[in-house]
């Protein structure tokens, strides 16, 4: 079927994400990595025996089942492993958005299900660099991703 309501390839770029965000309920073995946008920085639980990290939050590090885990900060950079862009407006006005899965630059298994944002459509592709951006909703700070080495916008918006 043709019509109307084809997705336009070729667009300049894509939206923020959803229009609606459905929040994660915050307890205390996550609200560190909901809340670690705050001060702009990306954080995941890193064992202190094996020196892996972990995500998502659990209790147990799940490579050695020895060590402590706690929170620590990381580069915020990584690649994007796999991606699709929803074209359904889910909600009337959603625009289209990309959904990524992004692998973080120092552990590869460690992978976010996010969206790519401040990226043309045309420009997505596979294993791209992107860096992490942060998105307050209430008392969470999403982590998005954009492509990396870009300038970031400033305060005023320009
Ligand atoms: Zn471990």
């Known amino acids: 079927m043709h019509g109307a309501a084809e997705p336009e390839l070729g667009r300049p770029g894509l ?3 959803p229009a609606v965000r459905v929040l994660p309920r915050l307890d205390d073995a996550n ?3 909901w809340t670690s946008g705050a001060d702009g920085v990306l954080r995941f639980l890193r064992c202190d025996t094996c020196r892996c990290y972990v995500h998502p939050p659990g209790p147990v590090c799940p490579y ?7 929170p620590e900060a990381v ?5 994007l ?17 990309a959904i990524g899965l992004v692998a973080i630059a120092e552990q590869d ?5 996010t969206n790519v944002v401040d990226c043309p459509e045309q420009a997505l592709e596979v294993e791209m660099a992107v860096e992490v951006t942060f998105e307050q909703v209430e008392d969470v700070w999403l982590p998005l991703f954009r492509p990396a080495g870009r300038p970031r916008p400033t305060a005023a918006g320009a």
């Open 15 to 17: 939206g923020r994400g």
């Open 31 to 33: 609200r560190f990595f």
């Open 64 to 70: 050695c089942l020895r060590g402590e885990l706690l």
């Open 75 to 79: 580069s915020g950079r990584g690649t």
């Open 81 to 97: 492993h796999s991606f699709t862009v929803n074209y359904q407006p889910w909600i009337p006005g959603d625009g289209p958005y």
């Open 109 to 113: 298994d460690v992978r976010l299900m």
